[in-house]
């Protein structure tokens, strides 16, 4: 459709022309097929071909040599130039420009949204008159309707009636052209005629309360008529002194669009100057209902009461402002739909004191203005200069004006800035566009401008995916999540903080009220431990019109934010100001009864404040200590009011609460074996040095969910092997402590000595290990137990593996003779499991040791991972380093968050990882110590398409191993990664609805308890020989004596445990050798009671008979002649007879065995 002047949509504007405005604000073809479009936030293939089959549609066009190969044109130069520059890749200009087509509004639907808005036009022109009466007689009102206005106090002057709106007018996105979908709502602008506003309604809420009267007569009519399907109250942008009308068609139209119906003063009633940022509006004598005992003068300034009225004057002006920025810029609508899109995935867009499309429209238009941008530029140009522009811009120091004029009349930015927090003045000069906006959620604005600006800069990272299709809640966003219910009790707070000038302001909304002092109290007490402290958005739901308006104790809770600096936050001490100093006094005040003076080893007295942290677990909640604390003291908020959620799943991996915590634990076992790893090196009597010592269990890389801890073995709870010096379980008692052998491989230097044939080399690695442990022995008084692979060094409690490692070892595994003498190499099974423990294992251990070093929440991250996924029953079917790994890539490549601070905040990101990653046609690059170059990440992503067939379903990169993934090879097979990946996304819904609902007692360990409706038997075991049954997911009610003694007791260690000795593990081995053709076999393997049964469907396929395969299977005859299939019953029964003594019971949960 042709566009028209701007000249002329303005004066069609001006006559309120409906049916002429609607074809003024249509931007879109007219041969666009109406498309539903799924959420912004929501992952899809945005490049998927569109069909079209409109009958008129052109085909190709086969064109000639010349055409073909004509030079471009400056255009085409120009979108090439801008590609090489500005886009990493012609994809993402191309995705963007996909992502437009869909949220853009297509031309069917504004047909119809034109009609419906030329309908409510017709009606609201229609609506009978009333008489006038008293503001307060309210009689008038019919029953089903009630004022959608919190009107404390009832008692106001002034007189009402209702005449028909002077002016209906389409305002804001929609006639603009920048409304995007999936919810599309229309702005209409009710101006109020003059004869029913009075020359002093700017005061005490009375064209507030007016406008509300006017709302509500308007609603019960529309609501009796049967064009509207919807009639509902709300607040605009959740301010209550603001109501508006929602309105919806009847039937199948009733989600095309939401019409929101504005009643507003004529633009010319009030003088703009009466509602200077510095004047009285609201009278305290008036709302605190008492008689008048000051003068106008000592009346406090109510600048957000006063902007509240402001923004109805200049409704139209903005229109008018924003037309004249966006005619011949098409790049700006792009830009500010982009925006839009970047701001709800961010939760940012909505809710009261939010960054508006409205405002994104606005500062694209500010910045057009100061000519930062230029009509020449693309939308993605835009959205880059909009977010480099919040990213290096602070409005809350330095506020920004449109307003062109010199006029003494009109306020100053440093009356704005004394006023309010966020200051972006509009182009009269007199309305803060970010009046409703905290410090706070700016300094948001600004850090998500930052980060957002380095993915677009960063090209290993798609830009567009994380961008605009990745979302981010709060809980994933932020290391700590608090939340605070019981609002009401805010009151208390504001009394306490003498806020009743800003209360008054605020028309007694007291949480928007207190909320920028809780910020800034917060803030200042938790100074350096933290880069980032915010607060969701208030959003209050529409109601019925025939519904009182909800209370402000109607809200369910305020949640906040917490992004930790991970170098401070875990501190126990505050340190304050010298004792005798001025400051001193202050620190006291903010601190309480929680000051102490305290003596440094500087010898300075200083004010300090101590928290409580036996280990790190308890120091990385300091910071929920503080804000108790303050909210405690400063707002007389009880503990019992604030949800903090930190560690609330800490516990999931914790056995049992002490003063040793598993970091602490960890670090014990790194200590001993740092001891070990010095007297190996340091022996003397080897016939070869050692090279170098290397641990490769999870516990060196801090990644084991329970790490051991020092056995001390009660020798008469055991059985003694004779002539050595191991003990042995007894069979009469439970089954003994689980200890885990630590692997140790221990490197020897390269000799001539060293035999070449394979058998040659393992007899020589016996004898090494017979000389380590005489050495060990001799030496250090260490209790070893040598064997043909290994040597078991009993040491501070804990059992050292050490396995000799010869690094010629694998090569010589690979040596094949061909039959004419040649020499070849290959990969064998056997060189391929020790080139896995020998290199590539010790190198990944200490790669991802360092990274722990690097971000102390990686162990915690990793931890909880691996604890679900073997809550899940699923341990055995996924390795331990892929799960090592898939967490490190969140601290790698953390985009589009800061890498994780907390624990739990990583696990979600770690359910959202494996829920949501395109297995199928990408590989997980982590890059390990940023050894991967930008270059090399194309170069990885194109083998891996090319050879897609030959790879895992799960297909991991790392810096050494870019080509095979290596610890996918095998498991997970694709039906288990597809079920962990359903049960992730099911783990973080549940967990995510938990922890953001503070009111409810949610058991949080719901998500670590396996759905077992999909098994087929499950088998039950006796906990009595589950050596590890204290680590289950439910703390189990009854222990058992598992042979140990207190850390405490006198004992030398001269026996040698029993090592790695689980009977689960045993009998699942057994299971798996006898029956993996016919099932699969599921168990957790920290303290799991059942093992789940899975038959496999292809083991129930009649068979022919064959005597070779009649094990397990019995005969049935068929037509064919004689078959066999599995005997179900004998298998089951052979499960119990296997666990005799482990398994208590066996139960057939389906018939499914009987095709």
Same mark, same amino acid.
């Given at each position: ?14 006559? /309120? ?9 249509? @931007? ?56 090489? @520059? ?103 602008? !009710? ?12 005061? @005490? ?81 008036? #709302? ?10 000592? +009346? ?46 961010? +939760? ?61 009349? !009109? ?13 972006? !003045? ?255 090196? @340091? ?16 516990? #060196? ?84 137990? %040598? ?27 690979? +040596?094949? /003779? ?18 896995? +423990? ?15 070093? /690097? ?207 689980? %009977? ?92």
């Amino acid at each position: 459709m042709k566009r028209k002047s701007p000249e002329t949509d303005l004066h069609v504007a001006e006559q /309120q022309d409906l049916e002429k405005i609607q074809d003024a604000g249509n @931007n879109s073809d007219d041969g666009e097929k109406d498309e539903e479009i799924e959420k912004p936030g929501k992952r899809r293939n945005v490049m998927k071909k569109k069909q079209t089959t409109d009958a008129g549609v052109i085909g190709a066009v086969k064109l000639s040599k010349r055409e073909l190969y004509k030079p471009p044109t400056n255009e085409e130069l120009n979108q090439l130039k801008e590609t090489e @520059n500005l886009f990493h890749s012609t994809l993402l200009r191309m995705q963007i420009e996909e992502l437009l087509k869909e949220v853009k509004l297509k031309e069917k639907k504004r047909k119809a949204i034109d009609t419906f808005l030329h309908e409510v036009k017709n009606f609201l022109s229609n609506i009978p008159e009333t008489k006038q009466v008293d503001v307060t007689d309210q009689s008038w009102l019919s029953k089903g309707v009630k004022v959608p206005f919190l009107q404390m106090p009832y008692n106001i002057k002034g007189k009402f009636h209702f005449l028909p709106p002077a002016s209906v007018k389409v305002i804001g996105s929609y006639l603009l052209g920048t409304c995007i979908k999936p919810e599309i709502n229309v702005d209409v602008a !009710v101006t109020m005629p003059a004869e029913i506003l009075q020359a002093k309604d700017n005061l @005490n809420q009375r064209y507030l309360r007016k406008r509300a009267l006017y709302l509500a007569h308007i609603a019960y009519h529309l609501s009796k008529n049967k064009l509207f399907g919807c009639v509902k109250f709300g607040y605009f942008s959740s301010n209550h002194l603001k109501p508006i009308l929602y309105l919806s068609p009847q039937g199948k139209d009733e989600k095309l669009v939401t019409v929101r119906l504005h009643p507003c003063a004529p633009a010319s009633f009030f003088k703009l100057s009466r509602f200077h940022p510095s004047k009285n509006n609201v009278r305290v004598s008036w #709302f605190l209902e008492q008689e008048s005992a000051q003068g106008e003068n000592d +009346e406090p300034p109510t600048p957000h009461y006063n902007n509240t009225i402001l923004i109805d004057l200049v409704m139209e002006k903005h229109l008018h402002f924003l037309f004249n920025a966006a005619t011949d810029f098409p790049g700006m609508k792009d830009g500010i739909g982009i925006l839009k899109v970047w701001l709800h995935q961010r +939760e940012l867009s909505r809710g009261y004191g939010c960054f508006s499309g409205f405002l994104a429209s606005m500062l694209v238009a500010y910045l057009l203005s100061k000519r930062k941008l230029n009509k020449m530029m693309s939308g993605y140009q835009v959205l880059r200069n909009v977010l480099q522009f919040l990213a290096v811009t602070d409005l809350t120091q330095n506020g920004i004006s449109l307003f062109q004029d010199t006029d003494d009349s !009109v306020p100053s930015l440093q009356d704005f800035h004394e006023a309010f927090e966020v200051v972006f !003045v509009d182009p009269s000069g007199f309305v803060n566009l970010c009046a409703e906006m905290t410090t706070s959620k700016y300094k948001q604005i600004q850090y998500e401008a930052q980060k957002s600006m380095e993915i677009l800069d960063n090209k290993t990272v798609d830009g567009f995916e994380v961008l605009l299709m990745t979302r981010k809640p709060l809980l994933q966003t932020f290391d700590h999540v608090f939340h605070l219910k019981n609002l009401v009790k805010l009151q208390e707070g504001c009394k306490k903080m003498k806020l009743l000038n800003d209360l008054i302001d605020h028309g007694g909304n007291y949480i928007v009220t207190i909320l920028p002092h809780l910020l800034s109290l917060l803030t200042r007490g938790l100074g350096q431990r933290i880069h980032l402290l915010t607060h969701s958005l208030l959003q209050t739901s529409e109601w019925p019109i025939n519904a009182d308006p909800p209370k402000h104790k109607d809200s369910r809770c305020l949640s906040f934010g917490v992004l930790l600096n991970p170098a401070f936050s875990a501190n126990v001490l505050e340190k304050g100001p010298l004792a005798d100093s001025p400051e001193a006094a202050e620190f006291r005040d903010f601190w309480g009864e929680n000051s102490e003076l305290r003596r440094f080893q500087d010898g300075s007295i200083c004010e300090a404040v101590l928290w409580q942290g036996d280990n790190m677990c308890d120091c990385r909640l300091i910071p929920g200590q503080i804000i108790k604390h303050l909210l405690q003291l400063h707002v007389d908020l009880p503990k019992s009011s604030l949800c903090y959620v930190g560690g609330l799943l800490d516990s999931v991996i914790e056995v049992e609460k002490g003063h040793a915590g598993s970091e602490e634990k960890t670090i014990s076992v790194v200590q001993s074996y740092d001891d070990l790893s010095r007297k190996l090196w @340091n022996l003397s009597g080897l016939p070869l040095n050692v090279t170098s010592v290397q641990g490769i269990h999870p516990v #060196f890389r801090f990644t084991e969910v329970f790490p051991p801890v020092p056995v001390k073995p009660d020798f008469s709870f055991y059985m003694k092997a004779k002539n050595t010096k191991c003990l042995l379980p007894s069979s009469d008692k439970p089954c003994s402590v689980y200890v885990p052998a630590l692997k140790v491989i221990c490197h020897m230097e390269g000799s001539g000595k060293w035999p070449q044939n394979k058998d040659a080399i393992q007899h020589v690695k016996a004898a090494f290990h017979i000389r380590l442990a005489d050495l060990l022995h001799q030496q250090h008084q260490l209790t070893s137990q %040598p064997s043909t692979t290994h040597v078991d060094v009993y040491k501070d409690g804990y059992v050292f593996r050490v396995q000799v490692g010869y690094h010629r070892e694998p090569l010589i595994l690979k +040596e094949i /003779q061909t039959p004419d003498g040649m020499l070849k190499y290959r990969d064998t099974e056997e060189s391929l499991q020790l080139e896995l +423990e020998t290199i590539h294992l010790p190198y990944l251990t200490s790669t991802l040791h360092g990274l722990q070093q /690097q971000h102390s929440a990686y162990s915690g991250t990793c931890r909880l991972a691996k604890r679900w996924v073997s809550a899940q029953l699923l341990s055995n079917h996924i390795g331990e380093e892929s799960i090592d790994l898939l967490a490190a890539y969140l601290f790698t490549q953390p985009a589009p968050y800061s890498p994780p601070a907390s624990p739990q905040t990583g696990f979600l990101r770690f359910l959202n990882l494996l829920s949501t990653f395109d297995w199928k046609n990408n590989p997980l690059i982590v890059n390990l110590n940023g050894d991967i170059k930008e270059t090399e990440y194309a170069e990885i992503k194109n083998d891996f398409v090319a050879t897609r067939t030959q790879h895992p379903v799960m297909f991991i990169a790392t810096p050494n191993d870019r080509k095979s993934s290596i610890w996918t090879k095998g498991r997970p097979s694709a039906p288990i990664l597809h079920r962990l990946a359903e049960l992730a996304s099911q783990s973080l819904r549940t967990l995510e609805r938990q922890l953001m609902d503070p009111l409810d007692n949610h058991d949080l360990k719901m998500v670590f308890r396996p759905p077992l409706d999909i098994y087929d038997v499950i088998i039950h075991l006796n906990p009595r020989h589950i050596p590890r049954y204290s680590e289950a997911v439910d703390r189990p009610k009854v222990t058992y004596n598992r042979g140990t003694l207190r850390d405490d007791a006198a004992v030398k260690f001269l026996k040698m445990p029993v090592v790695d000795h689980d %009977p689960v593990q045993c009998y699942l081995r057994e299971l798996r050798s006898s029956f993996g053709e016919f099932a699969l076999f599921f168990y957790d393997t920290h303290g799991g009671s059942l093992i789940a049964v899975l038959w496999k469907p292809q083991a129930f396929t009649p068979q022919p008979f064959k005597t070779s395969h009649i094990n397990a299977k019995m005969l049935e005859t068929k037509e064919n002649g004689l078959q066999i299939i599995p005997n179900v019953e004998a298998i089951m029964e052979d499960f119990e007879i296997l666990g005799a003594g482990l398994v208590k019971s066996v139960k057939a949960l389906t018939e499914k065995w009987k095709i």
